[in-house]
């Protein structure tokens, strides 16, 4: 599967913005997909991953009140809705898919064997 990540941008703190991520490919629906992002400096960070074939959706801490990763099977997209947008949230974003993730991997960069090409995202406050 190939995955195309959009909708980065520079916006201001409090903001909002929407990154899409559409996958090229059969089988969309029986992927775990993921949401990291990366700062300069700094490892990769886990954001959000929906489980493959309806499964539930997991949000790290630091975003669970602000992001809202959502996935249209139908589409083969997946989006990330990002609200109260702050400084700190500035980096680039990156989807991820992988066929055969359990649920303690999803968090895990390594894990996933599919890359989008990373969208960049800036705050200003």
């Known amino acids: 599967v190939q995955l195309q990540a959009s909708g980065g941008g520079s916006v201001q703190a409090g903001g909002s913005l929407r990154l899409s991520c559409a996958a090229s490919?059969?089988?969309?629906?029986?992927?775990?997909l993921g949401w990291f992002r990366q700062a300069p400096g700094k490892e990769r960070e886990f954001l959000a991953a929906?489980?493959?074939?309806?499964?539930?959706?997991y949000y790290a801490d630091s975003v669970k009140a602000r992001f809202i990763m959502s996935r249209d099977n139908a589409k083969n997209t997946v989006y990330l809705q990002m609200n109260s947008l702050k400084s700190e949230d500035t980096a680039v974003y990156y989807c991820?898919?992988?066929?055969?993730?359990?649920?303690?991997?999803?968090?895990?960069?390594?894990?996933?064997?599919?890359w989008g090409q990373g969208t960049q995202v800036t705050v200003s406050s």
């Open positions: 991820a898919a992988d066929p055969a993730l359990i649920t303690s991997s999803l968090s895990n960069p390594a894990q996933y064997d599919y």
């Open positions: 490919g059969s089988g969309f629906r029986r992927y775990s």
């Open positions: 929906s489980k493959s074939n309806g499964g539930s959706t």
